[in-house]
């Protein structure tokens, strides 16, 4: 396989929330410009359903019709798989090295010395009982840290955990990769059905499958929602829900 195909394969066109555009007014004539779409809506509009809610979860599923092309699913957006797999170790030797110069500092004669009373010495100038040897910031910059010295011990086991959380959550991505963005697509479809179930006490699964492909029509993209496929899902879906 050649570098760019690789390359290609690692792109994700997975969505965050946030990340969806805002919805322009051109799209309801899109979708109801399908044929069948405008008839399917009518099916399906009633005084229950709020119209707003049920455009904008239509658009959600739109803007995420190439979801399943995408190798790749970010548990940490923004940090593919073979980054998140060299974190832990590298927090593992950051770790081990905080350790180790905070071993070597605490047993260097000068620190040992200096330190016990350095404290002193500098309160003592703060307060001008003593000359002026430090700079003013340094000295203000110490007595304020101060309080926060023992937190630096436990840095190094923060770390440690820090790694065994990112090793946990590289398993759990790479687990789940391959299925992650075609199953949350799944779920946002499941929920649009049962919203239009409880608006109107039917599924309509023919004219939601219409409008979806109506939807991914107007998105550019060639993506057909079979009424009878969507159907058996989201029959599946329901007795797991069960």
């Excluded at 969505?15 to 899109?30: A, T």
């Excluded at 410009?33 to 119209?51: H, M, P, V």
Aim: proline share 5%; hydrophobic share 40%.
């Amino acid at each position: 396989m050649s570098a760019a195909k690789r390359t290609g394969k690692l792109k994700t066109v997975w969505l965050q929330p946030h990340e969806i555009p805002d919805q322009p007014p051109s799209f309801w004539k899109g979708v109801l410009d399908y044929k069948g779409a405008t008839l399917a809506f009518r099916k399906i509009k009633s005084a229950r359903l709020n119209e707003e809610l049920f455009w904008r979860k239509l658009w959600e599923l739109a803007c995420r019709a190439d979801d399943a092309k995408a190798s790749q699913w970010y548990s940490l957006h923004g940090l593919p798989l073979h980054s998140l797999r060299r974190f832990p170790k590298q927090a593992r030797r950051w770790a081990t090295e905080i350790e180790t110069i905070g071993k070597r500092v605490r047993s260097a004669k000068a620190y040992g010395q200096v330190a016990s009373s350095l404290w002193l010495i500098l309160e003592l100038q703060v307060e001008g009982k003593t000359p002026r040897v430090f700079p003013e910031v340094l000295v203000h910059r110490i007595l304020q840290k101060r309080a926060e010295v023992s937190k630096l011990t436990q840095l190094p086991n923060l770390l440690r955990l820090y790694a065994d959380y990112l090793e946990a959550v590289c398993t759990f991505t790479a687990y789940h990769a391959s299925q992650a963005p075609a199953r949350f697509r799944a779920n946002l479809e499941f929920a649009l059905v049962e919203y239009v179930k409880r608006a109107t006490d039917r599924p309509h699964l023919p004219e939601i499958a219409t409008l979806l492909t109506a939807a991914y029509f107007a998105r550019g993209s060639d993506k057909i929602v079979d009424a009878r496929n969507l159907g058996m899902r989201y029959s599946r879906y329901s007795r797991r829900k069960r």
